[in-house]
């Protein structure tokens, strides 16, 4: 035996030093994975609700009520948001959405049996139509 017991190599080879580099090892990666399983997350849910969208909200009863929830998300503001009921309705001044941000509206009373929903914003650059079930 040419080999002393505080040589180097018998340090690498003790339990400790091993265990130590592993949980190292072993916390890097799952650091790692925490971070491209939440993104993936985040964006399984945010990609599909880009854009501007219009959920019509019926509720029925003793006194029913129509409501329309108008949502912007998009990073830019919409300006201008004119929202008619139907395609003879009177059109509704919004004014602007800002990114991520929603509104109500609700027709006009003569208005309860509209086909579908029109929203224009941007002076005409942005046209949704949300046809009624």
Do not use: C, H
């Not at 990666?29 to 491209?36: A, K, L, S, T």
């Not at 019509?56 to 503001?77: H, M, P, Q, V, Y």
């Not at 109500?104 to 049996?113: A, H, M, R």
């Amino acid at each position: 035996m040419n080999d002393r017991w505080d040589e180097d190599k018998f340090q690498e080879d003790s339990l400790r030093g091993k265990v130590r580099r592993n949980y190292i090892k072993i916390a890097k990666v799952g650091i790692i994975v925490g971070f491209v399983v939440v993104a993936l997350i985040v964006l399984s849910v945010f990609l599909p609700r880009v854009g501007v969208s219009i959920e019509i909200i019926e509720r029925g009863g003793l006194i029913s009520s129509i409501t329309a929830k108008i949502s912007n998300n998009n990073f830019d503001s919409l300006n201008n948001v004119v929202v008619q009921f139907g395609e003879n309705g009177m059109p509704q001044s919004l004014g602007n959405i800002g990114p991520f941000a929603s509104l109500f509206s609700s027709p006009n009373p003569t208005e309860l049996d509209f086909d579908r929903i029109i929203l224009t914003a941007n002076d005409g650059d942005v046209r949704v139509v949300k046809y009624r079930d």
